[in-house]
Every structure is written in structure tokens, then in C-alpha cells.
């Protein structure tokens, strides 16, 4: 799929989206939460870490850091390897690289420079298109704009955002369509969310979240019987509630919340969305992990991390990550 549409088109009616769900859902059968990036407390270099979910595994091995510490990168696994791209370091200032972390070798391989250096930006692998890396800031500037690590790990000119954002999540909903919910823009904090249709090039802009939040985690989720995609998005800076999104009904539903306004990171597992890390004000950098599923909500995991993280990447990859 060429993406050729650069301009903003944003409709303003409220849109009927058709996702193409699966005849089934598919669970992937991945166990391992690959953890990278960040700082921990004190402001210092977080490690890179993989957690065998499962318990089946047993004490995954050692990994390399991150070249640079990476604090708050657009991460997605893209090509099956874990990717980083932008965020910001104490050593670098405003980061450009895109680094990916190869399993085969245990190295972190840098792979391409963007246009821009982006703290805080917002990534989703995209099918037929790459890794979508949107938004960001760098020295009190807030883009719209954004890159696309293609498929032959080559920096393009992607499709603008509706607005200027940092600190915003983002979510591949199907396979031709992306959700952008949140983040900080001019105006500050704000509770606005946005479709992205790769088939048309336009924006669609959706009902607003019930809180402005940023730095918050997100995830999507697959409902009973395949009827609907719900995407979560919890907690943020001075944010205490999670909310669930209907694609089917344009509407946010308010869930029982984490309890702490956390700086919080996403990863989706299993039909269910994880909570790994984060920073609350009161505590500092956590290393709790909690999971929310469609049924019960949230639950506290008995595993945690090795070590605090926080403003970090973090997904569950494959075994041989363990």
C-alpha cells in the first residue's frame, strides 16, 4: 500500500467506521514482555528486560541496553523485531534514530534517521505501509507531521495529523484503519480522538474521551463473538480513570480505574491490555505490571520488573525474545 495522501482532511459529521474483524480472532501465542527504553528512579538509564508471562519458560537472559537512554520513543514491533524511533536523552537531547533490536545476535541495530528529532511521539505498525511514527516535540515544538519507516527500513513522508500532538497514543485498529486518542497540543492536555483511513487518506474525528489525558497507555481489545473492536486508554499525567472505546458505537465508556495517576505505558496480550511500569509522583518509578480484560478489569500480576521503568517501550514478543 503507497501512501500518497499528505494533506489534512478531517470530516467534521460523525462517521460510521467499518473495521474488517476476522471471521475469528487470533490469539498470538507470544509469552514474553520485552521491555526497553526509559528511565528508572532517579532519573537514570532504564535496562532493557524480557519477562516470561506464561511461567513456563523460566529466567529469561540478559539484554543489552538501548544504545541511548530513549526516554518516551514511538515503539512498535515492526517486522516481528522490537522497534524504537525519536524520544529524547539527557546525553543526546532530541533523538532521530530509529533503532531495532535483533534476537539472533542480542544487538541493538540502528536502522534509519527521520526527518526530525521527536520527543514523545506516537508509533503503529501499519500493514502494507511500515512503522507509522506521528506527532512529537522537540524544543517547544509541537508537530503535526509524520514519518514512515518502510518496509525496506527507508524514512518517508507520512500522512499529517488532524493536530499538533506529543505525549498521544495510538492504536492500529484493523488493517486500513488507525486510532489517535489524546495527547498534549497547543491548547494543553486534551480529550480528542481520530480515525485514520489508509484506503481514503482522510481523518474522520471521533466522539472525545471523557478526560483529556497524556502520557496514558492504550490497547485494543476484540469483544465476545467478534462484534466489536474496543480500543482501552488509561491513566495519564494527574489522570486516574481508564476508558473503553466502542468502533461499533463511536462512544466512551468509563471502566473501573488503575486508582493512581500514572505515567503509564500499553502492551496488548492475549485479547487483554497490560500496564507495565510508569511513574506516579507519590511513589516514583513502579515496576508493577497489571492486565484489564473485557470481563474483569483490572488485576495486579504477580510478576514485576526487574527494575523500575518508566516514559519506556514495552510489547510482548516472541519465545525466542526469552
Known amino acids: 500500500m503507497s501512501v500518497k495522501v499528505l494533506a489534512i482532511v478531517v470530516s467534521l459529521v460523525k462517521p460510521v467506521i467499518r473495521v474488517d474483524l476476522p471471521s ?61 524511533c525519536g524520544g529524547y536523552s539527557d546525553l543526546d537531547g532530541y533523538i532521530s534514530t530509529c533503532v531495532q533490536f535483533q534476537s539472533d545476535t542480542d544487538e ?39 514519518e514512515i519507516l518502510n518496509g525496506d527500513l527507508v524514512i518517508e513522508p507520512g500522512p499529517f495529523l488532524p493536530i499538533p500532538l506529543w505525549g498521544h497514543c495510538i492504536v492500529q485498529v484493523d488493517d486500513t484503519h488507525t486510532m489517535v486518542a489524546g495527547g498534549f497540543n ?29 502520557f496514558h497507555g492504550c490497547g485494543k481489545m476484540i469483544t465476545s463473538g467478534n462484534s466489536d473492536v474496543v480500543v482501552l486508554a488509561f491513566s495519564g499525567d494527574h489522570a486516574y480513570t481508564t476508558e473503553l472505546y466502542s468502533v461499533a458505537d463511536d462512544r466512551w465508556v468509563l471502566r473501573d480505574p488503575l486508582q493512581r495517576p500514572l505515567f503509564a505505558t500499553g502492551a496488548e496480550y492475549q485479547n487483554t491490555v497490560l500496564s507495565v511500569g510508569g511513574f506516579t509522583y507519590e511513589e516514583g518509578a513502579e515496576d508493577d505490571i497489571y492486565q484489564h480484560t473485557l470481563d474483569g478489569g483490572w488485576q495486579e500480576l504477580p510478576i514485576k520488573l526487574s527494575q523500575s521503568h518508566f516514559w519506556h517501550a514495552a510489547f510482548v514478543v516472541s519465545n525466542d525474545h526469552c
Open 24 to 84: 475469528r480472532h487470533v490469539v498470538s501465542d507470544y509469552q514474553v514482555l520485552f521491555v526497553a527504553g526509559g528511565v528508572t528512579d532517579g532519573y537514570r538509564p532504564a535496562g532493557t528486560e524480557a519477562i516470561d508471562l506464561s511461567g513456563s519458560l523460566g529466567q529469561c537472559r540478559p539484554l543489552p541496553n538501548t544504545p541511548t537512554e530513549m526516554r518516551t520513543p514511538a515503539y512498535g514491533l515492526f517486522q516481528e523485531k522490537p522497534t524504537l
Open 108 to 146: 541493538w541495530e540502528l536502522v534509519a534517521n527521520m526527518a526530525l528529532a521527536r520527543d514523545s511521539p506516537a508509533g503503529a505498525v501499519v500493514p502494507g505501509v511500515g512503522f507509522w511514527i506521528t506527532g512529537g516535540v522537540n524544543d517547544g515544538l509541537i508537530f503535526n507531521s509524520t
Open 186 to 214: 497547543l491548547n494543553g492536555p486534551n480529550p480528542r480522538s481520530f480515525m485514520f483511513n489508509w484506503d481514503s487518506g482522510t481523518w474522520s474525528s471521533l466522539t472525545n474521551m471523557s478526560y483529556a489525558r497524556y
